[in-house]
């Protein structure tokens, strides 16, 4: 599943070039079962569904853990579980967890996982008041929101600052070549060089754009 978003395009080159360390492990290696390495088991109390066994995971993150070395001064790994229960992510949010160095995704399935394992867990993260069939749509969704603000990921960092939400504002509209279209024109001021009217254009823009497609951000 994780090939593809993890390869291509930003995240693919930020990894390529080094500037972030991104690991996939499967839960499955951790097992307890050594015949058919299943990770899941029924739900004490009956009822639908599976629900993802606590040693495999701790294991995982023993092993992750593991991997900074030995010795009480070793970094340790920032252990989020992605959870349609937990705080929803949002571009604060993602900014807070752009400045940790290292961050552990864990993805739940099924009906989730075994409520024990979540006192290895410093924090869980949603994506939104939805539910998904598993945790690995939304930890691609986070480690792009949160990787693009890593310093370099993105080459043009004003391109970052001007996003939606950045300045609680939505990002102002943008348009290219060429200069009419279909009977549609560009907005003169952004053909008249001018750069500190463009400026006030655009900032009125955002504000304007933001007051009619989300009015309750503006009172921010
Ligand atoms: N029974 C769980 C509940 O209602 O809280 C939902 C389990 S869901 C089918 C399976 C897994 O998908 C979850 O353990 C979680 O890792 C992931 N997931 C589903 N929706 C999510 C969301 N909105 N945000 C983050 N992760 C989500």
Redesign the pocket.
Known sequence: MFDGPLTESLMGRARANGLIDLRIHDLRVFSTDPRHFKVDDRPYGGGAGMVLQAEPIYRALKRVRASAGRGRKRPKPYVV??????RVLNQKVAHALSRRSWIVLL???????DERILRWVDEE???????????EL?AMVLADTVLRLVPGVVKERESIQKDSFQDGLLDYPHFTRPALWRGQKVPAVLLSGHHEEIQRWRKKQALAVTSRKRPDLVPK
């Open positions: 579980y992605l959870s349609p229960q937990g993805c739940g399935h099924y009906e989730g996982v993260i949603s994506i939104g008041d939805y539910v998904l069939t598993g945790g939304p």
